[in-house]
């Protein structure tokens, strides 16, 4: 039984010229969407507590639908210690006191499904927190029912060689508990022990959560740490054949119940490796792609689109029905897991100088301070994000151009309240400020008093409101969501471009990825008599003759051209 | 009128696509279709152990191969290195190519490269030539590096030699320059070398790319006229180095052509410069500890000796207007000593030597006829060589072209009053 009304499909909107093309499949919504990234702790405050809660992030929709995104990730939200940010829940069916109550969540997953607006949430499948009940009866005696629903050891000696992934605080994969006298799995923090999916019944409780919030009417979850779900002796315990059946068995009932219901992989591997996720098209929908994310920013520094290009060069076909999830940040550090080391080592230098800006195998800073609050890399990045194949993922404040904190500790120097105006906490509580979940960001740079929403939306030359107009323009154009990708080589390496085509509808991006002017020559022969239209200005460029096609960028410019046969 | 561009249009368009780089490595090329596949890899390899942040190009500058080099430089797919799930360099290596329709020619091709140095704002380039066979990574990376980092403006490569290979620069080439010049650079003559980009867009500014002597050996050329400028110079060992069998050098009248010419020119063209240079003062050397010289087997002196006394005969005349009565007797004299005792001492070879600068700068005769007649003294001295040193250890060999180049510094007072007297 759903509590909210399915939103409309999302191409019921107006759609501008081309985009006539309706989805035949209403089900794939996820490959149209733009997502918005959000901690409900982080956007908006109802009560003076201090603290974000589902009541403010209600009040804030119409802010989301200006934007243009037609999806929201909430990050967990579930009761938990907050020990990891929420990632450690103690309590997967209900909603934590601080964020509001499980109506508020409804009302809020109603208010968004009234704006058109799907909304997915985050199911950590892999473990719960240490103060689950399950893990709390599991502990209790080696006899207990629930024993079985944790990996258990009495050495720590099982699953050697298998890596650490929290390598700055964690020494072993493995944790003495002293109330049971034996070793449990952890593969992130010690406090958040791994389910046993070994054992059927976590399986089912599993599933049972997942009801419990289909049926409330979520459109989907993002599920954590997926590669990890399973162990076996003499392997590295990642991306098990195990584990996939797992996924297959939770799509499958999601199909038969749920139809148009997405899961969205968390599985930070090379993309070889990710594509066993997509199945035959029948375990997840959609899945990051890790590795891209920071060759785009190595692309930037590099002046050079080597590293793009060799990335989606390896990068696999997928089934019809799946959809790579692209993005530039997020909650996390900006992982450097799935790059040589050569490149890990470039990229600290390059954006990471200060030691405080780097934790774990990453960078934990946002969009803007990344690119020296360069509007121009800002949005050339942004631009690259919702021009490439995939569906993109905005993180909350980087449309603003929002700063961090990089000496709040672990990554909550990119989790700082939401800068909505130049006021008291910049508009995000009425709360006193030395009780905010978190400092703002107040320097002189990136502070709210800055850096808000409210003055950029005075301004039609903000970089919120270049946003809103790249973001419209992408959504007019089915071509963005779900065309094919074909790089252009030119040989001015410092020029990354693509043409992107389905069907009739063609687009060309050109992308300077340097500080300096470019010329560069692209062969156009297949599009030739063609006119590119530029599609922010609507204005008419010479049309594709013989000649190779002529163009000149400023430093970090991009166009994007409807190309058009007239 | 305006001048035409040595540059072609393509080559233009090529140079706009790469854009401003921080290393240049430049492959003058002419029928090596055989190995400059093995030479570009070396080179790739090098830039990506070696500089694998630095924006580079790799340009092969071809004289007109009917071998296809130019196809094999650019249809050489890069080499993928295996466990780094298929990625290779940070950045692209650029490659790109041209083609220069006269004779081949070094100076021509070099040009190019200075151009491209210049346009591409190039901090450190190299040049290697495709026909040594053993042309490693890091020998790419000893030639750059020393430019790149040290600060250095050229840099001379330095090879093991066998104990008898190389004497032309041994025995005349280094000792005269380190003398006349006042740079202990070994290798002046050489088919690879490094340099910087403010050396580069010096040479191009130049104009003297349609001297016979920078079409011929422009590194030389390049390597005196960074000395004479006050840029900093040095040398790195690079090992032993063997070159393709395919690749021909000159005989020894081209060679002596080429290189004493080359030489000689740089002297008229610098005389302000080295006139005034009264020191030789070592140069940074980098590399391991190293030995120069190597055992190995003496050339055949087989028709040398003969070759000499006929061409003495011979050229009587030429002679005679080329060097003083006094030396002209000494060699007439010694070209009748018998074959046996005959030695052709350091104290007349450098004279001899003096005196052909001095009538090369008088332009006595032809100047192309006055180099030419040094080749069969050069025999002369190269026999004696022989005849001396044919069981003489390498160290006693290196401690010899000591006591020559002092020789050769000890006389050259003795240049100059040559080179200043009216006749």
């Known amino acids: ?566 | 009128m305006a001048e035409e561009s040595f540059l072609a249009d393509d080559f233009i368009r090529q140079l706009m696509s790469v854009g401003e780089v921080d290393l240049l490595v430049g492959i003058p090329s002419y029928n090596n279709a055989s190995t400059i596949a093995q030479a570009l890899h070396s080179v790739e390899e090098s830039l990506r152990q070696n500089f694998v942040r630095e924006r580079a190009v790799i340009l092969n500058v071809d004289g007109g191969s009917g071998d296809e080099t130019r196809q094999v430089f650019e249809q050489t797919s890069e080499r993928r290195e295996a466990g780094h799930k298929g990625l290779t360099s940070l950045r692209t290596i650029h490659r790109i190519s041209c083609m220069y329709d006269r004779s081949p020619s070094q100076g021509v091709a070099l040009r190019s490269v200075v151009a491209a140095a210049d346009l591409l704002r190039a901090r450190a380039c190299a040049v290697i030539s495709p026909a040594t066979t053993n042309l490693t990574p890091s020998w790419i990376a000893n030639l750059l590096r020393p430019v790149y980092r040290e600060g250095l403006d050229f840099v001379a490569p330095l090879y093991v030699r066998s104990r008898f290979q190389g004497l032309l620069a041994r025995d005349l080439l280094y000792p005269m320059s380190r003398a006349v010049f006042g740079q202990r650079i070994r290798e002046l003559y050489s088919d690879e070398w490094g340099f910087s980009g403010r050396l580069a867009s010096q040479c191009l500014e130049q104009d003297v790319w349609r001297e016979e002597a920078v079409r011929t050996r422009p590194e030389a050329w390049m390597g005196i006229l960074a000395g004479s400028t006050g840029l900093k110079c040095g040398q790195y060992f690079l090992g032993p180095k063997t070159v393709s069998p395919s690749a021909t050098g000159p005989d020894i009248v081209d060679a002596i052509r080429q290189t004493v010419g080359n030489f000689f020119w740089c002297m008229e063209t610098n005389q302000p410069y080295w006139m005034s240079r009264s020191n030789s003062p070592s140069v940074s050397t980098f590399g391991p500890e190293h030995e120069l010289s190597a055992d190995g087997i003496p050339p055949s002196q087989e028709k040398m000796f003969e070759l000499f006394r006929s061409g003495v005969n011979e050229l009587e005349p030429i002679l005679a207007s080329i060097l003083t009565p006094d030396t002209h007797a000494q060699i007439k004299a010694i070209a009748l000593s018998d074959r046996a005792k005959f030695r052709f001492a350091a104290e007349l070879w450098v004279k001899t030597l003096y005196e052909f600068a001095a009538s090369y700068h008088r332009a006595v005769l032809n100047r192309d006829h006055l180099v030419q007649a040094l080749v069969p003294l050069y025999r002369g001295r190269v026999y004696s060589f022989l005849l001396e040193h044919a069981n003489s250890s390498a160290e006693a060999m290196e401690a010899q072209s000591e006591i020559l180049c002092q020789e050769f510094e000890r006389q050259k007072p003795y240049l100059l009053e040559r080179w200043t007297a009216k006749s």
């Open chain 1, 1 to 566: 039984m759903q509590d909210s009304p399915t939103p409309p499909s999302i191409v019921s909107q107006p759609q501008p010229e081309s985009s006539a093309l309706l989805l035949q499949d209403e089900n794939l919504w996820y490959k149209d969407a733009v997502m918005y990234q959000l901690h409900v702790r982080t956007f908006c405050d109802s009560n003076a507590d201090g603290i974000g809660d589902f009541r403010g992030l209600t009040s804030k929709l119409d802010y989301l639908q200006e934007l243009g995104i037609n999806a929201i990730w909430v990050l967990p939200f579930y009761p938990s210690p907050l020990r990891d940010d929420g990632y450690d829940i103690a309590d997967y069916t209900s909603v934590h006191p601080s964020y509001g109550t499980l109506q508020d969540f409804k009302d809020f997953l109603a208010a968004a499904h009234n704006r058109r607006i799907r909304v997915i949430t985050e199911m950590v499948v892999n473990h719960t927190s240490d103060q689950h009940p399950w893990f709390q009866e599991a502990r209790s005696s080696r006899e207990n029912p629930k024993r079985d629903w944790y990996v258990w050891s009495d050495t720590d000696n099982r699953y050697q060689g298998v890596r650490i992934i929290f390598v700055d605080t964690e020494m072993s994969n493995w944790s003495w508990d002293p109330i049971s006298k034996s070793y449990y799995w952890h593969r992130f923090f010690n406090h958040q022990p791994d389910l046993n999916y070994d054992n059927p019944a976590v399986r089912e409780a599993m599933w049972k959560v997942m009801k419990f919030w289909l049926d409330i009417g979520v459109d989907g979850f993002r599920l954590d740490a997926v590669p990890y779900l399973i162990e076996r002796d003499g392997t590295s315990c990642e991306n098990l054949p195990e584990t996939h059946e797992i996924i297959r068995d939770f799509r499958k009932r999601i199909d038969l119940a749920y139809p148009g219901k997405m899961l969205l992989a968390e599985a930070n591997q090379w993309p070889a490796d990710v594509r066993s996720y997509f199945g035959n098209g029948d375990e997840f929908h959609m899945a990051f792609h890790f590795p891209l994310m920071p060759r785009m920013f190595m692309a930037v520094k590099l002046e050079d689109r080597k590293p793009i290009i060799e990335i989606l060069e390896q990068t696999p076909q997928i089934p019809e029905n799946c959809q790579w999830c692209i993005f530039l940040r997020n909650h996390d550090e900006l992982t450097l897991e799935m790059v040589t080391d050569i490149e890990r080592d470039y990229m600290y230098d390059e954006y990471a100088v200060d030691k405080a800006m780097r934790i774990n195998l990453g960078i934990r800073r946002r969009l803007a301070p990344m690119m020296e609050n360069d509007r121009r890399r800002v949005e050339l990045l942004t631009g690259m994000l919702l021009s490439m194949p995939g569906t993109p993922i905005i993180y909350y404040g980087d449309e603003i151009g929002m700063g961090d904190n990089v000496y709040l500790g672990d990554r909550n120097g990119v989790r700082t309240p939401m800068q909505w105006n130049g006021g008291w906490n910049a508009g995000f509580s009425a709360a006193d400020p030395e009780r905010l979940y978190s400092p703002l960001i107040s320097n002189p740079v990136y502070g709210y008093q800055a850096i808000n929403v409210d003055s950029q939306r005075r301004s039609a030359h903000s970089l919120l409101s270049w946003t809103k107009s790249v973001i419209q323009t992408r959504n007019a154009f089915r071509v963005f969501s779900r065309g094919s990708i074909e790089f252009l080589n030119p040989s001015n390496h410092r020029v990354l471009a693509y043409v992107r085509r389905l069907g009739e509808e063609k687009v060309l991006i050109v992308n300077n990825l340097s500080s300096s002017a470019q010329a560069v020559e692209l062969n156009l022969q297949m599009y030739k008599r063609h006119i590119p239209i530029e599609m922010f200005g609507r204005n008419l460029f010479p049309r594709i003759g013989d000649l190779p096609y002529l163009l000149t960028l400023g430093p970090y410019q991009f166009y994007w051209f409807r190309l058009r046969r007239i």
